[in-house]
């Protein structure tokens, strides 16, 4: 019976995954949680260098989800500390260094963001700022005892970057030392991450033996290209799906992407049986799957309606039913002015550069002119999926 509860538990894990180190040694600690009723610390680290977890971060967060479903405890770990350093994996060039502030500001977003997914009651959300801060100086030069300029520099990035004679900081060097020690702080049992982290999360294996403790599996996970299809997910490149963004955005996002890309955000993004999926036109199936993820960070309510529109928007052409009104206060009244006191843009810059890029039209005419005054009633019209209904007389709403 436990032999089968250890199995059904690896079958579960193993979907999507890309590499276990090692499987053997998987099996053994779900044994042992089975039998001494222990359940197994799962640690996964993110740096909160950008304000938004976005779906490429999801992939990682749905497999700690599985696990804390299994009955596991998940170690959530912010990289407060480290992320003033920026992981240097699979970078060509130095990061620019985040400042305490910008870190501390985007590790309360990250807070808020995680429990649309994790489960609260089996989460520990710990910074490493809380030992690393508080580690004296020689323990730190001891710490870097345990580790070699050479086998820092056999990673594929750092070598490439060496040879091409761009600059690497002795700080970035010390970035793999850092999240290995992070497992031994934590004495994790299994830890998670993507495929370019491979070099540091071996690392961590290596570190907790040299410190007398039980190695760390290795479960690692694909990368999740953008909807450029092509580079991984991120923020900095503008190829991301927030999931704090609006439903009409991310199902347009979503929409987006091309049809050899889907069955992979299938695979990684939601529990779909793939073999179903194939069987539908690819129009149907990436609706499908947009409603899906739209679903999972708001209502289904919400992304029903988002299907709506963007079906009245692409393929009848049609205006959504509802659209945000905006009382327009004078007459006439600048366009700039319209787009920041709506909310539409956070600022007046955004404002001009989406006008010069000809994003903004107003009833199905784009407006270039960045003095353009609105002097008449109707529908204002930001990107493809965004849209205003202006009309005059009394405050804005």
């Known amino acids: 019976m436990k032999r089968k509860d250890i199995l059904k538990q690896l079958e579960i894990i193993k979907r ?12 053994s600690k779900l044994e042992k949680s089975i039998k001494e009723k222990e359940p197994l610390k799962i640690k996964a680290g993110f740096d909160p260098t950008a304000s938004d977890i976005h779906l490429g971060h999801t992939v990682l967060l749905r497999k700690l989800r599985q696990f804390q479903d299994l009955g596991h405890i998940v170690y959530f770990l912010i990289g407060d500390f480290t992320a003033t350093i920026g992981d240097p994996s699979g970078q060509d060039k130095m990061r620019k260094r985040l400042t305490e502030e910008e870190v501390k500001r985007n590790a309360l977003t990250y807070k808020e963001q995680v429990f649309k997914i994790l489960n609260p009651k089996r989460t520990k959300v710990v910074f490493n700022s809380h030992w690393f801060k508080r580690m004296a100086p020689s323990k730190l030069l001891d710490l870097a005892s345990h580790s070699t300029l050479a086998q ?12 091409q004679g761009k600059d690497i900081s002795l700080l970035e060097l010390f970035y793999p030392l850092l999240q290995a020690y992070d497992s031994v702080y934590l004495k994790a049992d299994i830890e998670l991450g993507g495929t370019d982290q491979k070099f540091n999360l071996l690392l961590g294996r290596e570190l907790q033996k040299d410190f007398g403790q039980q190695p760390q599996v290795i479960i690692m996970l694909p990368l999740l290209e953008g909807i450029d299809g092509v580079q991984k997910m991120s923020k900095s490149l503008g190829n991301y799906i927030g999931i704090n963004e609006p439903p009409a955005e991310i199902f347009g996002k979503i929409m987006s992407i091309n049809d050899q890309i889907m069955f992979k955000y299938y695979q990684l993004l939601t529990d779909e049986d793939l073999e179903e999926i194939k069987k539908l036109h690819p129009k149907e199936a990436k609706l499908r799957l947009a409603e899906i993820i739209t679903s999972q960070y708001h209502s289904k309510a919400l992304a029903r309606k988002a299907r709506e529109d963007f ?6 052409k049609q205006i959504p039913k509802q659209i945000p009104e905006y009382k327009l206060k004078q007459k006439p009244i600048r366009l700039i002015d319209v787009l920041v006191d709506s909310g539409l843009v956070p600022s007046r810059n955004e404002a001009r550069r989406l006008i010069q890029q000809g994003a903004v039209s107003i009833e199905d005419k784009k407006i270039k002119d960045l003095e353009f005054l609105i002097e008449k009633e109707g529908v204002l019209k930001l990107g493809k999926r965004r849209f205003l209904k202006l009309t005059f007389g009394g405050e804005t709403s």
């Open 16 to 27: 999507a995954v890309v590499e276990i180190i090692s499987e053997e040694e998987l099996f």
């Open 311 to 316: 079906e009245l928007i692409f393929s009848q």
């Open 152 to 163: 820092i520099m056999a990673r594929q990035d750092f070598n490439q970057r060496y040879s």
